[in-house]
């Protein structure tokens, strides 16, 4: 007698629980509709070092001194160039933290990553430079804040 009034427990405790799925289930898809438009998408990019083509490499030059940013659309690809200027020590870098695809256009991030610690003391010029398939679309470059 005891062991099919546990049964029974067990039986009512899943009946339960797979009831309370199926509501909790069904509650997030209504409120999350499966069909969304999807308005951003990652997109492949390389860093690149050089050599670059000709005309990559004198925009690396122009801008490597004063800092700043150009963009490329040469042999095929899109170059985006990003340039901190002259820092005063070794360890500043270019820190690429996204590329994506978003509301008609494509958004490059980048933060500007500095010394830890100890780090040689010397006028440092960092950029970086990445290669993506060539696009058509506006490219946005954004310093992270």
């Known amino acids: 007698m005891m062991r099919s009034s546990i049964n029974i427990k067990w039986h009512v405790i899943?009946?339960?629980?797979?009831?309370?799925?199926?509501?909790?289930?069904?509650?997030?898809?209504?409120?999350?509709?499966?069909?969304?438009?999807?308005?951003?998408?990652?997109?492949k990019f390389d860093l690149l070092k050089p050599p670059y083509p000709t005309a990559v490499d004198q925009a690396v030059n122009s801008l490597k001194k004063k800092g700043g940013t150009k963009v490329i659309h040469k042999d095929g690809a899109t170059?985006?160039?990003?340039a901190?200027?002259?820092?005063?020590s070794a360890g500043y870098a270019v820190g690429i933290e996204k590329v994506e695809q978003s509301h008609g256009k494509i958004v490059v991030r980048y933060a500007e990553k500095t010394p830890q610690g100890m780090a040689a003391s010397m006028i440092t010029y960092p950029y970086t430079v990445i290669k993506m398939p060539q696009t058509d679309l506006p490219v946005?470059?954004?310093?992270?804040k």
């Open 140 to 144: 946005h470059i954004q310093a992270k």
């Open 84 to 88: 901190l200027g002259q820092k005063p």
């Open 14 to 43: 899943l009946s339960l629980l797979l009831s309370l799925w199926f509501v909790t289930d069904y509650s997030i898809q209504a409120a999350n509709p499966v069909v969304q438009e999807r308005t951003d998408a990652k997109v």
């Open 79 to 82: 170059w985006v160039i990003i």
